[in-house]
């Protein structure tokens, strides 16, 4: 057993039933030809490429249908983002580092067990349907600005993969997460002019409150700005 509870196989099993999982959930998805490759090392090339081009990215790596790569890609940076929360507390606990300034989440409560079904329950239903809600909410936001837009399953997509500065956003430095959760929002709205052919102004005007949603809420952007702001005597 790690330091922090866990042990490999239990991440082994979160990571495998998220897959299969998310897969399930998904196959009613029309498959097409283009879109994403599938495998641990697709996830890894395309976290590196979203981040290094974002407008190449988005521009060859969406395609209509082909959700099911962005989604195992936006549970495995929630899972990492999370499970590092969990460490955060696990290790601050046995006086190795500390929570800094966040009041760290439940989950740092909860025994190793409950606490790999609690993740289990955030990457396989809470993440995907927040995405969903979240792409409905962008698509009714498109409908009088964007008359060449592409369907809520692109959108999904850039979402998803518009995640991936967040893999970080779980550690105790308010600054960091802020960061990454901006970089995050920037990405979204890059991939949204690119996937529904908008101008970076009107995608800005169009993605902001689905990118506060998820971006400022659901990776606690907001909560870490403000953390900033009363440390700076703001």
Known sequence: MSPTGFGPRAGLAIVLL????????????????????????????????????????????????DQAPGLIFASMVVLFEEASRYLV?????????????????????FTPGVAVLVLLAIIVFVAPITVHLTAALQTLLLIPSAPERGGISETVQVMCYAMAPCLLAGFPVPALRVVVTVWGAA???????????????RAALVGAVPAAILFGYGFRGFDALTTLLHSSGF
């Open 18 to 65: 998220a897959e299969s999982s998310l897969a399930s959930v998904t196959q009613w998805v029309e498959q097409t030809g283009g879109g994403r490759d599938r495998g641990p090392v697709a996830l890894v090339r395309a976290w590196a490429e979203v981040l290094r081009r974002p407008r190449t990215f988005f521009r060859a790596g969406i395609a209509p249908g």
């Open 89 to 109: 507390v696990r290790l601050a606990r046995r006086g190795i580092g500390s929570t800094g300034p966040f009041p760290y989440p439940a989950i740092g409560d």
């Open 187 to 201: 990405l979204y709205i890059v991939g949204t002019s690119v996937v529904h052919e908008l101008s970076l102004p």
